[in-house]
């Protein structure tokens, strides 16, 4: 079975610092990973994805993929409250479905 | 970044009934999925298309039904509401963005209540 992990949190981080989320996944074979951003009661809403070994970069986040160790990471630089929420990590199997981590809630304290 | 329009968005509704839940989307996606999620716990596929009359089950077994008729429209149907079906639905769809990936964007949700 494809799985992808992810800590459930909650991480708090103080405003203006850097929040690490991780996620792992299972299948090596995996191709695409997504970072998606779901606000309470809200639907997912994808911010991040990345294709290739090595760092993404965009605005304050930044996506990076290692998969000799199978796992994928989101930086948020310069935390602010509205960042606050839940991140959900996703990874195609190689076809167009995705598989989703739990999601890791992240608090971001003023 | 796509359009995806979900009716109605909140619906109360009795024991039995019969509901649709509507998905549509403009961008001439070919890929549609339906998820479900209850509050604060991931999100499971109960169905998806790859494109006109095609529909597969997901990876969470449900009662709910779907077609696909045309290619921006991929409605949910429930023959006969429960109160175990009480929950978020959320209709996406997915294009190739580069060979073999393809990301997949969310509509709003429909928060379902069966009474």
């Known amino acids: 079975q494809k799985e992808v992990e992810q800590n459930s949190g909650p991480l708090s981080v103080p405003e203006g610092a850097i929040a690490s989320l991780n996620c792992t996944y299972s299948?090596?074979?995996?191709?695409?990973f997504f970072w998606y951003r779901q606000y309470s009661g809200k639907s997912p809403e994808l911010i991040m994805f990345?294709?290739?070994?090595g760092d993404k970069e965009d605005g304050r986040f930044t996506a990076q993929l290692n998969k000799a160790s199978q796992y994928v990471s989101l930086l948020i630089r310069d935390s602010q409250p509205s960042d606050s929420a839940t991140y959900l990590c996703?990874?195609?199997?190689?076809?167009?479905?995705?598989?989703f981590g739990t999601g890791t809630r992240l608090t971001i304290i003023p | 970044e796509a359009d995806i329009y979900q009716t109605p968005r909140y619906l109360v509704i009795g024991t039995g009934k019969k509901i649709t839940l509507e998905c549509s989307q403009t961008?001439?996606?070919?890929?549609m999925y339906w998820y479900q999620q209850d509050p604060g716990m991931e999100l499971h596929l109960i169905h998806y298309?790859?494109?006109?009359?095609?529909?597969e089950k997901g990876d969470l077994s449900s009662e709910s039904t779907v077609s696909r008729i045309r290619t921006e429209h991929f409605p949910l149907t429930l023959e006969s509401a429960r109160p175990s079906h009480t929950s978020q639905y959320l209709c996406?769809?997915?294009?190739?963005?580069?060979?073999?990936?393809?990301?997949?964007?969310f509509g709003p949700g429909t928060r379902l209540t069966v009474t």
């Open positions: 996406a769809s997915s294009h190739e963005r580069v060979q073999g990936s393809y990301e997949q964007y």
């Open positions: 299948d090596r074979g995996s191709q695409s």
């Open positions: 990345i294709y290739s070994n």
């Open positions: 996703a990874v195609a199997f190689g076809n167009e479905k995705l598989t």
């Open positions: 961008m001439g996606h070919d890929k």
């Open positions: 298309s790859y494109g006109v009359n095609s529909t």
